[in-house]
């Protein structure tokens, strides 16, 4: 192992890539078998179950797996095989969490709740311009309306129980195996690659936004990618950002999923017009700047501390 770590780190990077590729496909076959096992059905019968489903929303069982399998397959797998060839002792590296920075995890965890109604003003500002420049039947747009489809689809439920289920499989999970590949992995590398690591940090946060293959939240992605990218740079912490990955997750699910169970429409207090077809409620425009100002301010506070 010695000779390995005495490669270059692009050597080494190069290694673990075609590594990861590896384990990953070996993964993939592994939890097939593991859940067709389970069903009670060959690797083909799972498969094409898989498709189905994901296709055609036919059984949310199978739907969630899907999502399950392709999140420790694309994510999960290549982080921890690429932190590795990165070095010995990784999670070392980027798994510390000290006492000193629970005050800062609070303030962060607070400013990224406090966020939400920035976030969401992003997001229609970003859907407004996308939709007035890209057509409705292009690829784009196909991939948001499948994704939503998707999502609409899993939060089509009711009771407590399924609630869990929707925040540990779109809150806990991601919030972990994203931060994982892109502030654990990702980030680690480039910090090492560029010369200046706010570079690092906006680059990853533009893949980070990029592969969610959602240009219609394009911006507010890139802009949480930002947040958690920094956060992870000043403490060394993998898990400040997956917390509060989780966090926002999880409240944005369950505003969501009560939401789908009743008619409430904030809109019906007044809407502001936006580019194209687009439009938002007024108190959520309020809301928006105001968040977004606190978020830059208090951003500005810990970087004139922790730069």
Known sequence: MDTFYSLSL?????????????????????????????????????????????????????????????????????????????????????????KKNLPLFVFFLLLMLGFIPGINLLSSVNGSIVSSLVSSDS???????????????????????????????MALIPAFAEELFFRGMLQTYCEELFVNPYR????????????????????????MGVLYGLIFYWTHSIWIPIIAHFMHNAVVVTVNFTASHNSFNIEDFGSYKLMGDGTIAIFSLVCGLLSILAVLYGMWVLYTKYR
């Open 10 to 98: 692009f050597k080494r990077l190069l290694i673990g890539f075609f590594a990861a590729i590896i384990c990953a496909y070996a993964g993939n076959v592994i939890l097939t078998y593991f859940f067709a096992w389970i069903h009670n059905l060959s690797f083909n019968q799972y498969e094409q179950s898989l498709l189905k489903a994901t296709q055609f929303l036919t059984d949310k069982r199978f739907v969630r797996e899907a999502l399950l399998l392709q999140t420790i397959v694309v994510f999960i797998i290549p982080a921890v095989v690429l932190l590795y060839a990165f070095a010995a002792r990784p999670f070392s590296i980027i798994g510390q969490l000290r």
């Open 139 to 169: 690829l784009f747009t196909q991939l948001y309306e499948q994704n939503e489809k998707i999502y609409t689809f899993l939060m089509d439920g009711e009771g407590v129980s399924e609630l869990l289920a929707q925040i540990v499989l």
């Open 200 to 223: 690092a940090i906006l680059f990853v946060a533009i893949v980070f936004s990029v592969l969610h293959l959602d240009v219609y939240n394009f911006i507010p992605r890139v802009a």
